[in-house]
């Protein structure tokens, strides 16, 4: 009886370590996502998610995608001004947006981070060859907390994930 019990024990142990190392992949806990090493909170993915559906009168996935996108391309602009140590005023960032469909999103104070991480990215690539651009790509690392689905790299979007353990997908038979 004693070696099943230790065999359970040793299992259970594993388990936990592996589970554990998965969670840290997104980062602590209360983490919404990971670009290149920056942890932006799950709350300020919330919030911005709901402030954009409200915004766009759209759905809570297309206001999702719309935020987790700019904060990627967003973390990228500050990450490139910082490396090669470019000039972007507020005003450059302001008069991409003013010009864009995120003006909409950049008159509302909620919503308005989303807005300025697209207008900075819009700026920066500016500043950037289409090469530059590719090779940022290409270093690019997203962990996104499951809850939201599985970053996208190729849509560079989040593929929702339709069915969860608390909900099965309706299109699966």
């Known amino acids: 009886m004693k070696p099943v019990r230790a065999a359970v024990s040793a299992l259970a142990l594993v388990l936990a370590l592996l589970l554990g190392a998965c969670a840290q992949d997104s980062g602590s806990p209360g983490t919404g996502m990971v670009v290149n090493g920056v942890a932006i909170p799950a709350r300020t993915i919330d919030r911005l998610t709901a402030a954009v559906e409200r915004v766009i009168h759209g759905s809570r996935g297309d206001a999702l995608d719309i ?23 507020q005003a450059d960032v302001d008069a991409v947006i003013a010009k864009s469909r995120m003006r909409e ?69």
């Open 67 to 89: 935020v987790v996108s700019n904060l990627v391309v967003g973390q990228l602009a500050d990450q490139t001004i910082r490396e090669r140590n470019l000039d972007i005023t």
């Open 105 to 173: 999103l950049a008159a509302d104070p909620q919503a308005n981070p989303v807005a300025q991480a697209y207008g900075r990215w819009t700026v920066v690539t500016g500043h950037l060859t289409e090469q530059d651009q590719i090779d940022l790509g290409s270093h690019l690392t997203v962990t996104l907390n499951p809850r939201y689905g599985v970053w996208d790299m190729q849509g560079f979007r989040v593929d929702q994930a339709p069915g969860s353990l608390s909900r099965l997908d309706p299109y699966v038979p």
